[in-house]
Protein backbone atom coordinates (compact mmCIF):
# COMPACT_ATOMS: atom_id res chain seq x y z
CA UNK A 1 0.00 0.00 0.00
CA UNK A 2 1.71 3.12 -1.20
CA UNK A 3 1.02 6.25 0.88
CA UNK A 4 1.52 9.16 -1.55
CA UNK A 5 1.66 13.39 -0.31
CA UNK A 6 -2.06 13.25 -1.01
CA UNK A 7 -4.73 10.99 0.65
CA UNK A 8 -7.97 10.50 -1.93
CA UNK A 9 -11.20 11.85 -0.16
CA UNK A 10 -13.82 9.62 -1.33
CA UNK A 11 -17.86 11.07 -0.55
CA UNK A 12 -19.96 8.61 1.13
CA UNK A 13 -21.61 6.47 -0.93
CA UNK A 14 -21.95 2.74 -2.32
CA UNK A 15 -18.19 3.28 -4.36
CA UNK A 16 -16.40 5.01 -1.53
CA UNK A 17 -17.66 1.56 0.90
CA UNK A 18 -16.62 -0.80 -1.75
CA UNK A 19 -13.07 0.94 -1.92
CA UNK A 20 -12.72 1.08 1.70
CA UNK A 21 -13.65 -2.31 2.24
CA UNK A 22 -10.63 -3.09 -0.36
CA UNK A 23 -8.26 -1.26 1.14
CA UNK A 24 -8.91 -2.63 4.76
CA UNK A 25 -8.67 -5.91 3.40
CA UNK A 26 -4.91 -5.02 1.74
CA UNK A 27 -3.44 -4.04 4.91
CA UNK A 28 -4.57 0.11 4.28
CA UNK A 29 -5.88 2.65 6.76
CA UNK A 30 -9.00 4.05 6.59
CA UNK A 31 -10.49 6.88 8.29
CA UNK A 32 -14.23 6.61 8.37
CA UNK A 33 -16.88 8.71 10.01
CA UNK A 34 -19.08 7.01 13.07
CA UNK A 35 -21.72 8.83 15.03
CA UNK A 36 -19.62 9.55 18.10
CA UNK A 37 -15.90 10.85 15.96
CA UNK A 38 -14.01 9.98 12.44
CA UNK A 39 -11.76 6.59 13.18
CA UNK A 40 -8.74 5.50 11.66
CA UNK A 41 -9.77 2.01 10.39
CA UNK A 42 -7.03 -0.53 10.04
CA UNK A 43 -8.22 -4.89 10.26
CA UNK A 44 -7.91 -5.87 13.65
CA UNK A 45 -5.91 -9.51 12.49
CA UNK A 46 -3.31 -7.73 10.67
CA UNK A 47 -0.70 -6.31 13.15
CA UNK A 48 1.50 -5.17 10.25
CA UNK A 49 -1.50 -2.74 9.52
CA UNK A 50 -1.89 -2.11 13.16
CA UNK A 51 2.03 -1.31 13.59
CA UNK A 52 1.36 1.42 10.63
CA UNK A 53 -1.45 2.53 12.38
CA UNK A 54 0.20 3.70 14.93
CA UNK A 55 2.36 5.31 13.64
CA UNK A 56 0.60 7.40 11.48
CA UNK A 57 -1.20 8.80 14.50
CA UNK A 58 2.61 9.00 16.22
CA UNK A 59 0.72 6.87 18.92
CA UNK A 60 2.16 5.60 22.37
CA UNK A 61 2.27 1.68 20.93
CA UNK A 62 1.08 0.78 25.06
CA UNK A 63 -2.70 2.67 24.03
CA UNK A 64 -4.89 -0.48 22.90
CA UNK A 65 -7.61 0.10 20.57
CA UNK A 66 -11.03 -0.34 19.96
CA UNK A 67 -12.52 -2.94 18.03
CA UNK A 68 -15.30 -2.03 15.86
CA UNK A 69 -17.94 -5.15 14.77
CA UNK A 70 -21.35 -4.90 12.93
CA UNK A 71 -23.27 -6.24 15.36
CA UNK A 72 -23.31 -8.00 18.87
CA UNK A 73 -22.78 -11.61 17.04
CA UNK A 74 -19.71 -10.30 15.89
CA UNK A 75 -18.57 -9.03 19.16
CA UNK A 76 -19.01 -12.26 20.86
CA UNK A 77 -16.19 -14.01 18.44
CA UNK A 78 -13.51 -11.75 20.19
CA UNK A 79 -15.33 -11.20 23.36
CA UNK A 80 -16.48 -12.64 26.45
CA UNK A 81 -19.62 -11.27 27.11
CA UNK A 82 -21.25 -11.59 30.91
CA UNK A 83 -25.25 -10.97 31.71
CA UNK A 84 -24.06 -7.49 32.43
CA UNK A 85 -22.51 -6.88 29.01
CA UNK A 86 -24.92 -8.47 26.91
CA UNK A 87 -27.80 -6.03 28.88
CA UNK A 88 -25.85 -3.78 28.17
CA UNK A 89 -25.16 -4.24 24.14
CA UNK A 90 -28.82 -4.65 23.68
CA UNK A 91 -29.73 -1.68 24.96
CA UNK A 92 -27.45 0.76 23.54
CA UNK A 93 -25.89 -0.82 20.43
CA UNK A 94 -25.43 -0.11 17.64
CA UNK A 95 -24.43 3.48 19.68
CA UNK A 96 -21.76 5.32 21.45
CA UNK A 97 -20.94 2.73 24.24
CA UNK A 98 -17.55 0.64 24.26
CA UNK A 99 -17.57 -2.31 26.49
CA UNK A 100 -14.31 -3.94 27.42
CA UNK A 101 -14.33 -7.35 28.25
CA UNK A 102 -11.97 -10.91 28.41
CA UNK A 103 -10.85 -11.77 25.07
CA UNK A 104 -12.12 -15.45 23.82
CA UNK A 105 -9.53 -18.03 23.80
CA UNK A 106 -10.05 -17.72 20.11
CA UNK A 107 -9.77 -14.00 19.50
CA UNK A 108 -8.27 -12.81 16.20
CA UNK A 109 -7.73 -9.77 17.42
CA UNK A 110 -3.51 -9.13 16.95
CA UNK A 111 -1.73 -9.09 20.48
CA UNK A 112 -0.87 -5.45 19.11
CA UNK A 113 -4.17 -3.81 18.86
CA UNK A 114 -4.89 -4.97 22.74
CA UNK A 115 -1.52 -4.04 24.25
CA UNK A 116 -0.40 -7.53 25.29
CA UNK A 117 -3.58 -7.01 27.59
CA UNK A 118 -6.02 -9.92 27.91
CA UNK A 119 -8.78 -7.75 27.68
CA UNK A 120 -10.53 -6.77 24.82
CA UNK A 121 -12.63 -2.85 23.83
CA UNK A 122 -15.10 -3.90 21.49
CA UNK A 123 -17.60 -1.04 20.02
CA UNK A 124 -20.77 -1.73 17.39
CA UNK A 125 -20.64 1.91 15.74
CA UNK A 126 -24.31 3.38 14.48
CA UNK A 127 -23.10 5.32 11.81
CA UNK A 128 -24.55 3.93 8.31
CA UNK A 129 -21.30 4.51 6.93
CA UNK A 130 -19.30 3.05 9.59
CA UNK A 131 -22.21 -0.11 9.28
CA UNK A 132 -21.52 -0.55 5.95
CA UNK A 133 -18.23 -0.68 6.26
CA UNK A 134 -17.80 -3.06 8.39
CA UNK A 135 -20.05 -5.26 6.96
CA UNK A 136 -18.54 -4.93 3.18
CA UNK A 137 -15.10 -5.76 4.70
CA UNK A 138 -16.32 -8.40 6.99
CA UNK A 139 -14.43 -8.88 10.07
CA UNK A 140 -13.47 -6.89 13.01
CA UNK A 141 -11.69 -2.81 12.51
CA UNK A 142 -9.45 -1.34 15.26
CA UNK A 143 -10.25 2.26 15.11
CA UNK A 144 -8.37 5.14 17.25
CA UNK A 145 -9.94 8.46 17.00
CA UNK A 146 -8.74 9.83 12.97
CA UNK A 147 -6.03 12.57 14.65
CA UNK A 148 -2.77 13.14 15.50
CA UNK A 149 -1.64 11.74 18.89
CA UNK A 150 -1.98 14.80 21.70
CA UNK A 151 -4.37 16.26 19.13
CA UNK A 152 -8.14 16.44 20.12
CA UNK A 153 -10.46 14.28 18.15
CA UNK A 154 -11.77 14.91 14.19
CA UNK A 155 -15.56 15.50 14.09
CA UNK A 156 -15.52 16.66 9.97
CA UNK A 157 -13.20 14.79 6.97
CA UNK A 158 -11.41 17.86 6.87
CA UNK A 159 -10.21 17.93 10.51
CA UNK A 160 -8.94 14.02 9.25
CA UNK A 161 -7.27 15.39 6.26
CA UNK A 162 -5.82 18.27 8.35
CA UNK A 163 -3.63 15.96 10.70
CA UNK A 164 -3.12 12.75 8.72
CA UNK A 165 -3.21 13.57 5.11
CA UNK A 166 0.09 11.76 3.35
CA UNK A 167 0.12 9.13 5.93
CA UNK A 168 -3.10 7.21 5.58
CA UNK A 169 -4.79 5.58 2.80
CA UNK A 170 -7.90 6.49 2.23
CA UNK A 171 -10.64 8.96 3.59
CA UNK A 172 -14.41 9.04 3.73
CA UNK A 173 -16.15 12.04 3.81
CA UNK A 174 -19.37 11.15 5.83
CA UNK A 175 -20.00 14.97 6.99
CA UNK A 176 -20.14 15.99 9.99
CA UNK A 177 -20.34 13.75 13.17
CA UNK A 178 -23.38 14.16 14.86
CA UNK A 179 -22.58 12.80 18.88
CA UNK A 180 -19.22 14.66 19.08
CA UNK A 181 -17.10 13.33 21.68
CA UNK A 182 -15.85 9.50 21.75
CA UNK A 183 -17.67 6.42 23.59
CA UNK A 184 -18.45 6.21 26.82
CA UNK A 185 -15.94 2.82 27.85
CA UNK A 186 -17.42 0.58 30.28
CA UNK A 187 -15.21 -2.17 31.65
CA UNK A 188 -17.36 -5.25 32.64
CA UNK A 189 -15.70 -6.33 35.14
CA UNK A 190 -17.25 -7.63 39.16
CA UNK A 191 -18.67 -4.14 39.44
CA UNK A 192 -18.92 -2.63 36.00
CA UNK A 193 -16.67 0.61 35.39
CA UNK A 194 -16.55 3.59 34.58
CA UNK A 195 -13.48 4.00 31.97
CA UNK A 196 -14.26 6.59 30.22
CA UNK A 197 -17.22 9.33 30.20
CA UNK A 198 -18.66 9.89 26.56
CA UNK A 199 -21.42 10.35 24.07
CA UNK A 200 -24.05 7.50 25.69
CA UNK A 201 -24.43 9.56 29.43
CA UNK A 202 -23.47 7.60 32.59
CA UNK A 203 -27.12 7.72 33.73
CA UNK A 204 -28.77 6.27 31.27
CA UNK A 205 -26.44 3.46 31.37
CA UNK A 206 -26.89 3.25 35.53
CA UNK A 207 -30.52 2.69 34.37
CA UNK A 208 -30.09 -0.55 32.34
CA UNK A 209 -27.77 -1.90 35.22
CA UNK A 210 -29.72 -0.49 38.30
CA UNK A 211 -26.71 0.51 39.68
CA UNK A 212 -24.31 2.76 39.85
CA UNK A 213 -20.92 3.20 37.75
CA UNK A 214 -17.92 2.43 39.74
CA UNK A 215 -15.25 5.34 38.34
CA UNK A 216 -11.46 4.40 38.49
CA UNK A 217 -9.02 7.21 40.51
CA UNK A 218 -7.74 9.16 37.73
CA UNK A 219 -4.43 10.06 39.85
CA UNK A 220 -3.95 5.85 39.99
CA UNK A 221 -3.80 5.56 36.40
CA UNK A 222 -1.49 8.13 35.92
CA UNK A 223 0.73 7.16 37.80
CA UNK A 224 0.44 2.93 37.91
CA UNK A 225 1.97 2.90 33.75
CA UNK A 226 -0.70 0.17 33.36
CA UNK A 227 -3.63 2.32 33.12
CA UNK A 228 -7.03 1.03 32.36
CA UNK A 229 -7.96 2.85 29.93
CA UNK A 230 -4.92 4.33 28.88
CA UNK A 231 -6.71 6.76 26.37
CA UNK A 232 -7.19 8.75 29.82
CA UNK A 233 -3.66 9.96 29.90
CA UNK A 234 -3.34 13.66 30.88
CA UNK A 235 -1.90 15.28 27.34
CA UNK A 236 -4.57 13.08 25.42
CA UNK A 237 -6.48 16.02 23.93
CA UNK A 238 -4.39 19.36 24.20
CA UNK A 239 -4.74 22.19 22.10
CA UNK A 240 -1.29 24.06 21.20
CA UNK A 241 -2.94 27.43 23.29
CA UNK A 242 -3.21 26.99 27.13
CA UNK A 243 -6.61 26.38 28.16
CA UNK A 244 -8.42 28.05 31.31
CA UNK A 245 -11.43 26.63 32.74
CA UNK A 246 -14.27 27.77 34.83
CA UNK A 247 -13.51 31.04 33.37
CA UNK A 248 -15.86 33.67 35.31
CA UNK A 249 -14.01 37.02 33.35
CA UNK A 250 -11.94 37.39 30.30
CA UNK A 251 -8.70 38.89 30.12
CA UNK A 252 -7.15 40.35 26.96
CA UNK A 253 -6.00 38.72 24.62
CA UNK A 254 -7.92 35.63 25.22
CA UNK A 255 -10.20 33.82 23.16
CA UNK A 256 -13.98 32.66 24.77
CA UNK A 257 -15.54 29.15 24.44
CA UNK A 258 -18.83 29.99 25.46
CA UNK A 259 -21.54 28.16 27.05
CA UNK A 260 -24.93 29.27 27.44
CA UNK A 261 -25.20 33.02 27.40
CA UNK A 262 -21.47 34.34 27.18
CA UNK A 263 -22.26 37.21 30.32
CA UNK A 264 -18.53 37.44 31.57
CA UNK A 265 -17.10 40.25 32.42
CA UNK A 266 -14.16 41.09 29.83
CA UNK A 267 -16.25 39.37 27.26
CA UNK A 268 -16.16 42.49 24.45
CA UNK A 269 -11.84 42.02 25.10
CA UNK A 270 -12.17 38.27 23.67
CA UNK A 271 -10.31 38.08 20.41
CA UNK A 272 -13.39 35.87 19.50
CA UNK A 273 -15.88 34.28 21.11
CA UNK A 274 -17.42 30.79 19.75
CA UNK A 275 -20.38 29.64 22.14
CA UNK A 276 -20.95 25.73 22.09
CA UNK A 277 -25.02 25.99 22.72
CA UNK A 278 -26.27 29.29 22.89
CA UNK A 279 -29.30 27.72 24.30
CA UNK A 280 -27.36 25.76 26.83
CA UNK A 281 -27.66 22.61 25.36
CA UNK A 282 -25.61 19.85 25.87
CA UNK A 283 -25.57 17.61 22.96
CA UNK A 284 -25.02 20.55 21.02
CA UNK A 285 -22.17 21.40 22.96
CA UNK A 286 -20.75 18.03 22.76
CA UNK A 287 -20.93 17.99 18.98
CA UNK A 288 -19.59 21.21 18.66
CA UNK A 289 -16.74 20.88 21.39
CA UNK A 290 -13.71 19.93 19.01
CA UNK A 291 -14.53 21.58 15.90
CA UNK A 292 -14.79 24.59 18.18
CA UNK A 293 -11.41 23.74 19.75
CA UNK A 294 -9.43 23.57 16.92
CA UNK A 295 -10.56 26.38 15.54
CA UNK A 296 -9.85 28.60 18.33
CA UNK A 297 -6.34 26.74 18.24
CA UNK A 298 -5.44 28.47 14.89
CA UNK A 299 -6.73 31.75 16.17
CA UNK A 300 -3.28 32.83 18.24
CA UNK A 301 -4.85 34.03 21.02
CA UNK A 302 -2.86 34.14 24.41
CA UNK A 303 -5.03 31.60 25.87
CA UNK A 304 -8.73 29.86 25.98
CA UNK A 305 -11.13 30.90 28.34
CA UNK A 306 -13.84 27.85 28.46
CA UNK A 307 -17.03 28.89 30.37
CA UNK A 308 -18.34 26.66 33.02
CA UNK A 309 -20.57 23.58 31.60
CA UNK A 310 -22.97 21.46 33.88
CA UNK A 311 -21.60 18.33 34.37
CA UNK A 312 -24.74 16.11 34.29
CA UNK A 313 -25.83 14.41 31.11
CA UNK A 314 -23.17 14.65 28.27
CA UNK A 315 -21.81 17.46 30.41
CA UNK A 316 -19.69 14.94 32.07
CA UNK A 317 -17.97 14.12 28.87
CA UNK A 318 -17.29 17.46 27.72
CA UNK A 319 -15.69 18.55 31.38
CA UNK A 320 -13.42 15.30 31.25
CA UNK A 321 -12.37 16.43 27.77
CA UNK A 322 -11.77 19.72 28.62
CA UNK A 323 -9.93 18.84 31.75
CA UNK A 324 -7.75 16.76 29.44
CA UNK A 325 -7.39 19.82 27.21
CA UNK A 326 -6.75 22.43 29.80
CA UNK A 327 -3.36 19.85 31.11
CA UNK A 328 -1.63 20.69 28.30
CA UNK A 329 0.93 18.73 26.38
CA UNK A 330 4.21 16.80 27.79
O1 LIG B 1 -15.94 6.95 19.90
C1 LIG B 1 -14.92 6.27 19.93
O2 LIG B 1 -14.71 5.42 20.84
C2 LIG B 1 -13.90 6.47 18.82
C3 LIG B 1 -14.54 6.03 17.51
C4 LIG B 1 -13.58 6.12 16.35
O3 LIG B 1 -15.06 4.73 17.65
N1 LIG B 1 -12.69 5.78 19.07
C5 LIG B 1 -11.82 6.15 20.05
O4 LIG B 1 -10.67 5.41 20.10
O5 LIG B 1 -12.03 7.08 20.81
P1 LIG B 1 -9.36 5.85 20.86
O6 LIG B 1 -8.31 4.87 20.45
O7 LIG B 1 -9.06 7.27 20.62
O8 LIG B 1 -9.69 5.56 22.36
C6 LIG B 1 -9.79 4.22 22.79
C7 LIG B 1 -9.82 4.14 24.27
C8 LIG B 1 -8.49 4.50 24.88
O9 LIG B 1 -8.72 5.28 26.03
C9 LIG B 1 -7.94 3.14 25.25
O10 LIG B 1 -7.01 3.22 26.26
C10 LIG B 1 -9.20 2.41 25.65
O11 LIG B 1 -10.09 2.80 24.66
N2 LIG B 1 -9.04 0.95 25.60
C11 LIG B 1 -8.89 0.18 24.53
N3 LIG B 1 -8.75 -1.11 24.86
C12 LIG B 1 -8.83 -1.16 26.20
C13 LIG B 1 -8.75 -2.22 27.16
N4 LIG B 1 -8.56 -3.50 26.81
N5 LIG B 1 -8.88 -1.87 28.47
C14 LIG B 1 -9.08 -0.61 28.82
N6 LIG B 1 -9.14 0.45 27.97
C15 LIG B 1 -9.01 0.16 26.68
MG1 LIG C 1 -8.45 9.34 20.63
Same mark, same amino acid.
Given at each position: MNVGLKTPILPAGTAAVATAARCLAEGGLVAFPTETVYGLGADATDPAAIARLYQAKGR???? =??????????????????????????????? $?????????????????LATAGLDTIAIRVPAHPLAQAI???? $?????? =?? +???SGHVS???? +??VQSDLAGRIDLIVDGGAVEVGVESTIVGCFDAPLLLRPGGLPRAEIERVLGRALVQPPHEAENTTGQPLAPG? !???? @???????????? @??????????? $????? =? $?????????? !???SGDLTEAAANLF? @? !??? !???RGARAIAVMPVPDHGLG?????????AAMGRE
Open positions: PSFN =PLIAHVRDLGAGMRIGRFDRTAIALAEAFWP $GPLTLVLPKTADCRVAELRAF $GGPVVA =PS +ANLPTSA +AHM !LASH @YAPRTPVRLNAG @YIEAGEALLAF $GTPAV =P $GVDAATVVMN !LSTG @Y !LRA !LDLEAINDRLRR
